[in-house]
């Protein structure tokens, strides 16, 4: 009898029972699922596959479980920059997954309250299964019905960029109209060593339950959006770890670091006026990257504005590339 207890949190193969299908020999069919046990309830084990997708799997048809290697011993079978930036996108989503989510097609319309941009906007990759016209129809009646403004997350190297164009959308503007998402496989990051080396006059800790004090380091607390929101963005998926850099004054610096399959995303980094220059950023980078291998995860990625010099210097000295880039577009003003 296999014992799922010890197994949750490690990566597995499963093989179960295929129901109502046979298999080549006469007997049942069989088919394996591998990726992180995230948990089971004694009838159905919910496992996280390598893309980060999650597949429940009926207890009473598993004939064999094992723990499988993960980490350096494990084959890598795809290199961070042989993604679509569609199957990225996606990714993403579950990285930082909204409080509400329904699928339109292969859209995905997100809605959280209003706490940023990637959680309020529908993600706009792949085909939404009607046409166009009704695909906007539904995505403003979407954020009409949560009190929210219609927004719309465009990858700019996809046609549906020149399509909202057409359709009158436009750029909301400012520092956000356009973002970039960067990638790296982990082994390059973590073959890279910058930051300085570790001192009395800092420590650095990494914690998987977020806090009040994090929060408000983060600058991630606003009056006017509801905490549940803020919390269930950032704290829901299962595995996902909150940095902190402190100091004799208490926190200096903060970064967030999430594993869903085998990627792994970084975000959140940031530095309080008080202690910049002084390499917070990179080691919190290199410390959540050795974090997020031992946890399974062999590529990162992270999405900053165009804008941030310094912040993509950074990024490219541990060897991150950009993997595409995307803009929120809103409906025309109503005349």
């Known amino acids: 009898m296999v014992r799922f207890d010890a197994l949750v949190g490690q990566r597995v193969v499963v093989r179960s029972i295929v129901p109502g299908e046979r298999g080549p020999s006469g007997g049942p069919a069989l088919t394996d699922v591998i990726g992180r046990l995230l948990a089971h309830d004694g009838t159905t084990l919910r496992i996280q596959r390598r893309d980060g997708s999650e597949v429940e799997v009926d207890v009473a048809g598993v004939v064999a479980a094992k723990a499988v290697p993960q980490g350096p011993e494990r084959i890598r079978p795809r290199p961070a920059m042989d993604h679509t930036p569609e199957e990225l996108a996606r990714i993403c989503t579950r990285g930082w997954p909204p409080r509400v989510s329904t699928e339109l097609g292969a859209w995905t319309l997100r809605a959280s309250g209003g706490f940023t941009g990637r959680a309020n906007s529908v993600a706009v990759h792949g085909d939404p299964g009607t046409s166009f016209v009704d695909a906007l129809e539904r995505v403003e009646a979407f954020y009409a019905a949560h009190d929210l403004p219609a927004k719309a997350q465009v990858i700019d190297e996809t046609p549906w960029a020149a399509r909202f164009s057409d359709a009158g959308w436009v750029g909301i503007g400012g520092t956000h109209d ?158």
């Open 178 to 335: 356009h973002a970039v998402v960067q990638v790296a496989d982990l082994a390059d990051v973590l073959a890279r060593p910058l930051a300085p080396p570790p001192g009395p006059e800092v420590a650095l800790r990494i914690e998987e339950t977020l806090t009040e004090s994090w929060l408000e380091a983060a600058e991630r607390i606003t009056s006017d959006v509801p905490q549940a929101d803020v919390r269930h963005v950032l704290g829901s998926p299962p595995v996902v770890g909150f940095a902190r850099v402190e100091g004799d004054a208490g926190i200096e610096a903060v970064a967030r670091m999430v594993v869903t399959g085998e990627w792994a995303g970084l975000s959140s980094v940031h530095t309080l006026p008080h202690a910049r220059r002084r390499g917070h950023a990179a080691r919190l980078l290199e410390a959540t990257a050795r974090w997020a291998s031992e946890r399974g995860a062999d590529k990162v990625y992270l999405q900053t504005m165009l804008h941030n010099a310094p912040a993509l210097a950074l990024y490219g000295r541990y060897g991150f590339v950009t993997h595409h880039t995307y803009r929120y577009v809103t409906p025309p003003p109503a005349r």
